[in-house]
């Protein structure tokens, strides 16, 4: 496709149930990364993918967080049990990998835990 | 200290005038640095990188990089009302001597245009 495509865009569910998120990157962006910004909060890091390995997964805030990468494309942000407080945007980003390219976002994943 | 800072703001600029976004950064070995606008309720979206010393120019906006100071910053020309947005600074440092850039975002400034 053109662009990063995220879904579902809106998600509601209930305290204690497990979400998938996913993310098509641009065609060819080896690096995806995943970000979470909350209401009129900056961009908190999640997790880098170079391929489908993940060399950076620092920024995931709980082991309820977990995420895939197959096939050197699409990405699943799994959240486990959530919580009230991962309501959020998700962002999904990807880039040609490297320290100088830019990163192209998706239009994110909006998700409120009830 | 956070790694990567930005005044909140808001800014208010006049249309017509000069809007200066300002960011500096902590890790003095950063390579790289985005300047990113995102619009209420959108994504960010690109609008300038840099990564030398010294000046960049793409129409309306201006980047200027200083390295020794740990400073980057935005300028807009002839600011409109459709430039009102929150602008992040971005800024890619080498993570754990790989040759992976981690990006790390400021809070990023909200800009306002009035006419």
Known sequence: GAGVSQSPSNKVTEKGKDVELRCDPISGHTALYWYRQSLGQGLEFLIYFQGNSAPDKSGL?????SAERTGGSVSTLTIQRTQQEDSAVYLCASSLGGTNSPLHFGNGTRLTVT | QKEVEQNSGPLSVPEGAIASLNCTYSDRGSQSFFWYRQYSGKSPELIMFIYSNGDKEDGR??????????????????????????????VTSLAGGTSYGKLTFGQGTILTVHP
């Open chain 2, 61 to 90: 906006f201006t980047a200027q990089l200083n390295k020794a100071s740990q400073y980057v910053s935005l300028l807009i020309r002839d600011s409109q009302p459709s430039d009102s947005a929150t602008y992040l600074c971005a």
């Open chain 1, 61 to 65: 805030p709980s082991d309820r967080f």
